[in-house]
């Protein structure tokens, strides 16, 4: 039995007959599921030759009541998609950066029983040292943003990269060892913080544009390997 078919048996465990029916004009689970496998092999960025990148972190468009409908299943319905997606990685030699999550949003522009699929790489983020506060990010006056997370920077400053002595770790496998430093410095009115790559393989990019050394201002887009950090600087 494939995965789509223990997936469709699942799913009429999941949700009665009458709201089954409602489902035979607009989209199917099943579609979304499938969809999600597609997205994956397209996306997919080659490692070596038995390993390939896949996206992590997913979301699903849908008309206004085809999410109703979706949303009345509660977290089943993504639980069991995660699922799907991991089994197809791992036959595929797929390799995650970090945790698979698949969001549902309403996009206007689409009616029912249409939807669409876009995708993105988010590593996992982890620093040495002791926890991070709220208190502490609140108070900093340059913070990094990498995922979701934020990170407050305080002289002489941190190395980002993937190595285990790395202040910054990154599960992303296109990222060096160490391999940037940003370095920082307190002045009048604030933090000043610079930009200085360690030698990387695949280099530093700061608004799009590729740096050795660079002194970055408030909102300075740092991109290395598939990881994307923003750099938040505020008055002190």
Known sequence: MSGLQ???????????GVF?????????????????????DNAAQVLSRDRRLA???????????????LSALGSALPNELVE??????????????????????????????????????M???SQTGPEISHTQVRRATAVLEVNGDMMPLAPPGIVVGRGSDADLRVNDPS???RHLELRVTEGE??????????????????????????????GAIIRIGNTTMTLHLREG
């Open 6 to 16: 223990r997936f469709e048996q699942r799913l009429e465990q999941m949700i009665s």
């Open 20 to 40: 089954a029916r409602t489902f035979r004009s607009a989209v199917q689970p099943v579609e979304i599921s499938s969809a999600l496998a597609r997205e994956v």
């Open 55 to 69: 996206p992590n972190d997913f979301t699903v468009e849908l008309s206004e009541p085809d999410h109703e409908r």
């Open 84 to 121: 799907l997606l991991q089994q197809h990685a791992t036959a595929q030699s797929y390799v995650f950066t970090g945790p698979v999550g698949i969001s549902f949003e309403i996009a206007p522009d689409l009616t029912t029983g249409r939807f669409r699929v876009s995708s993105k790489t």
């Open 123 to 125: 590593a996992k983020v």
């Open 175 to 177: 990222i060096s060892r």
């Open 189 to 218: 009115g604030g933090a000043r913080v610079g930009v200085h790559d360690l030698g990387s393989t695949n280099g530093v990019l700061v608004n799009g544009k590729r740096v050795q050394n660079a002194a970055l201002s408030d």
